[in-house]
C-alpha cells in the first residue's frame, strides 16, 4: 500500500534564494491569496515561534492569519515580512 502524505512547501524552503524564487513566481503569476499562503509557508519554515517573537504576534495568530480561509491585515503582512527580512519593492507600470 502506498502512503500519500500532504505536500507541505516549507519544508523545501530551506535557502533564501529559494525563498526569493518561490515569491518571484507567486508575484509574476498575480496570485494573491497564494502571496500571502506562500508567506505562512516562509514563516513555517523559517520558525513560527521566532517569527512570532519578532514581530510580537502569537503563534496562533500568525497561523490563523496565512491559512487559506483568511485575509491577514496589512499590518500584519509587513511585521513578517520585515521579520523575514523580505523587502518588496513596487515599480510604476505607466
Known amino acids: ?5 500532504n505536500f507541505d512547501a516549507s519544508e523545501y524552503l530551506d535557502t533564501d534564494e529559494k525563498i ?13 491569496d497564494l502571496l500571502l499562503r ?8 523559517k520558525g513560527m515561534t521566532q517569527i512570532a517573537k519578532s514581530t510580537g504576534l502569537g503563534r496562533e495568530s500568525l497561523y490563523k492569519a496565512f ?3 483568511t485575509q491577514p ?3 500584519t503582512v509587513v511585521r ?4 523575514l527580512n523580505i523587502s518588496l519593492e513596487l ?4
Do not use: C, P, R
Open 73 to 75: 491585515k496589512f499590518d
Open 1 to 5: 500500500m502506498t502512503e500519500i502524505s
Open 67 to 69: 491559512n487559506s480561509t
Open 38 to 45: 506562500a508567506i505562512g509557508h516562509i514563516v513555517k519554515a
Open 91 to 94: 515599480h510604476s507600470n505607466g
Open 20 to 32: 526569493a524564487d518561490y515569491l518571484t513566481s507567486i508575484i509574476e503569476d498575480k496570485d494573491w
Open 80 to 83: 513578517v515580512l520585515d521579520a
